[in-house]
Nanobody
């Protein structure tokens, strides 16, 4: 079983950058597809980015493509989300999630979630 803890959130001005980290524990991390989701107030939790088990394939929501980069380090049991050119609309709680099998944008496929980290982008 994988346990997940996010860190790296905070307050940043529009146009700035943040790097989120997700620390995973458990022996199944390297066989888990990983993803970042986010949830803004009064909105549904939405897919942001996902990465396959090897780290060679990554997928992005249209709204963040070209600005965000997901990566993983299987030796260190870490997943990262580099966020550049941040916009006010990126403000949300960001969650790390793990799934067995392939990356999917459907949050229902993910069985393990972290507690979330707040990202606030000011104008």
């Amino acid at each position: 079983q994988v346990q997940l803890v996010e860190s790296g959130g905070g307050l940043v001005q529009a146009g700035g950058s943040l790097r989120l980290s997700c620390t995973a524990s458990g022996r199944t991390f390297s066989s888990s597809a990983m993803a970042w989701f986010r949830q803004a107030p009064e909105k549904e939790r939405e897919f942001v980015a996902g990465i396959n088990t090897s780290g060679y394939l990554s997928y992005y929501a249209t709204s963040v493509n070209g600005r965000f980069t997901i990566s993983r380090d299987n030796a260190e049991n870490m997943v990262y989300l580099q966020m550049n050119s941040l916009k006010v609309e990126d403000t949300a709680v960001y969650y790390c999630a793990a799934a067995v099998g392939l990356v999917d944008s459907d949050r229902g496929r993910y069985s393990k979630w972290g507690q979330g980290t707040q990202v606030t982008v000011s104008s």
